[in-house]
């Protein structure tokens, strides 16, 4: 810092100073010491205005969620704020909602996957779903395609019914439903009014009066009973034995004078075959 009244390199007053006595000079070189020493204080401070610190600067740390023109050190912001490399969020963290069908990088909300997505339970799906096809014989809990239902079902309608496949039944061929005779189970003759049927049996209705076919009781899956109707009678029944029939519960009377009914016991009910 410069003395403006003194020089004290050269020892002598300056233009406003000459002719002071040597005791003021001396005066003047404390005040000159004094100079120095201010200067050399106020060297190792920053100014008020845009300071350039340097070294490991300290301060106090703000309360979390502090928000002022209070400086915020590196304890505030660890305390505060997540890092954006693998951040372990608390609370309940929220963002912007990406648009459905968003494909990017960008956070998913809650919202975002429940307009975009289906739940794992009971999803109700629109459009047009699609899923890997099961292989044809695939008994699972796997979604069935319609590629898939194609593979294994038949290829062609059920043929009419006309007077040439009376007492007929439907089978297939693995590609298409065709009427055809009824397998050569050996018939038993029944010429009584009641009949208790065995499963994998056939009976022939001939008894001049009606006859009730009683089904097996507590009937296996696929277990079969063919009853068909000899004696010309529409008035011939048939009793599930505590089961159903296609799901419906009670007898079932025969009205074809000449049917065949074969009956197959599958998924906990007779079915018509």
Do not use: C
């Not at 000079?25 to 404390?30: I, K, P, T, V, W």
């Not at 296996?220 to 008035?235: H, M, P, Q, R």
């Amino acid at each position: 810092m410069t003395n403006p009244y003194y020089n004290h390199v050269s020892g002598n007053p300056v233009a406003l100073s000459r002719g002071v006595s040597a005791s003021i000079r001396s005066e003047f070189d404390l005040v000159q010491t004094g100079f120095d020493m201010v200067s050399t204080m106020f060297a190792g401070y920053a100014p008020m205005a845009s300071p350039v610190l340097t070294g490991t600067p300290t301060a106090p740390t703000a309360a979390p969620g502090t928000n002022s023109a209070q400086l915020a050190t590196t304890s505030f912001v660890a305390s505060s704020y997540a890092p954006i490399a693998s951040p372990s969020l608390t609370g309940t963290p929220l963002a912007p909602t990406a648009a459905p069908g968003t494909s990017t990088a960008q956070l998913a909300t809650t919202a975002f996957v429940a307009t975009g997505y289906a739940p794992l339970a009971s999803p109700a799906f629109t459009g047009v779903p699609s899923g890997p096809t099961a292989t044809p014989g695939t008994n699972t809990s796997q979604l069935a395609t319609t590629a898939f239902v194609a593979s294994v079902a038949f290829s062609s309608a059920l043929p009419g019914v006309s007077a040439g496949n009376a007492g007929m039944v439907t089978t297939n061929n693995g590609a298409a439903a065709l009427w055809s005779a009824v397998p050569n189970t050996p018939f038993a003759n029944v010429a009584s009014t009641s009949q208790a049927a065995a499963a994998g049996a056939a009976y022939l209705l001939t008894n001049a009066a009606a006859t009730t076919v009683t089904l097996p009781a507590s009937p296996s899956v696929n277990d079969k009973v063919i009853v068909k109707v000899g004696n010309g009678l529409a008035t011939n029944v048939i009793n599930p034995n505590g089961a159903t029939i296609e799901g419906v519960a009670g007898n079932m009377t025969i009205y074809n004078a000449a049917a065949v009914v074969k009956l197959q016991f599958l998924n906990s009910s007779w079915r018509l075959v």
